[in-house]
């Protein structure tokens, strides 16, 4: 009965501290969700290398990378680790099904509102600007 007690409140424990990565990150991040499902490795490979060379502009925009997708399960250095509790919570949240066919990534701001989505033809360039004209995005840069 004691095991049985202490397993129940170290379970509720867990569970008050997990959290929804959405609403933890809301505010303080913006997300960019990728969503690639298995043989979409071409696509994947051009958006890593843009990624790889936009560190700089990822970090000064507050974004965050989360996948959400079949490839995203194989984890990935760059994107922050998500449970499949939380990928399956976004995906509902956002009407994205159980899985997609076609590489998709979404832009969240900080109000954890969808800012952009771009499908297959990825531009990181694009999405940095769309940041760089968000009213928020203005009064950080006047704040730096």
């Known amino acids: 009965m004691k095991a049985l007690l202490i397993t129940a409140l170290v379970l509720m424990t867990i569970s008050s501290v997990r959290g929804d990565t959405l609403s933890d990150l809301k505010g303080e991040k913006r997300v960019l969700l990728l969503d690639f499902p298995e043989g979409s490795g071409y696509n994947l490979s051009q958006l890593e290398k843009q990624i790889q060379r936009g560190k700089k502009n ?37 009407k994205l099904g159980e899985r997609t066919d ?43």
């Not at 000064?60 to 449970?83: F, N, W």
């Open 102 to 144: 076609l590489p998709l990534i979404i832009l969240i701001g900080k109000d954890g509102d969808i800012k952009a989505a771009q499908k297959k033809d990825f531009d990181l360039v694009k999405l940095f600007k769309l940041i760089d004209a968000m009213p928020m995005r203005k009064k950080e840069s006047q704040e730096e």
């Open 58 to 94: 990822i970090s000064d925009r507050d974004l965050v990378l989360l996948h959400i997708g079949d490839l995203g399960k194989t984890g990935r250095r760059y994107a922050e680790e998500i449970s499949e509790e939380d990928r399956e919570t976004i995906r509902t949240r956002f």
